[in-house]
């Protein structure tokens, strides 16, 4: 499964993969594995596994999603954090983090990567996902 997975990812076509399942099925282990690989192979360009379990940990909430892709994205790739920061130099941004959650994903992430369309086919820019079910 997870070397399918992999395999899938690495096309330049293949821009989701959707796993779905009762809960204990192995979906987290699963997307864990892949995106270790994935680190391994200098491709993972950020990760983010959603927990409810752990309370006060940041994992347990959506509120510090934007902002921590946002980061692991610029410190993955230098074009990315060089469209981040021109987007954020925008004074209609300079409270960006006082913002409804959906503006946040817009101004940190969305507006960037529109930027950023060669990097993101090529296979090489690859984002886990998991537990979004649980925010």
């Given at each position: ?20 399942g ?36 940041g994992?347990d ?14 410190s ?40 950023l369309?060669?990097?993101l ?13 649980e925010?």
């Amino acid at each position: 499964m997870q070397e399918s997975l992999h395999k899938h990812l690495r096309e330049a076509k293949s821009r989701f993969i959707w796993l779905r399942g009762s809960p204990g099925m192995g979906k987290t282990a699963i997307s864990m594995s892949v995106a270790s690989a994935l680190e391994e192979e200098d491709i993972l360009a950020a990760s983010f596994f959603w927990d409810k379990n752990q309370t006060g940990t940041g994992l347990d909430s959506i509120e510090q999603f934007p902002s921590t892709l946002a980061h692991q994205l610029a410190s993955f790739n230098k074009d990315f954090k060089a469209s981040l920061i021109r987007h954020l130099q925008h004074p209609a941004l300079a409270l960006v983090q006082d913002f409804p959650l959906e503006k946040q994903m817009k101004a940190l992430i969305i507006e960037p990567m529109r930027d950023l369309e060669d990097t993101l086919s090529s296979g090489k820019f690859i984002i886990v996902l998991d537990g979004l079910d649980e925010c």
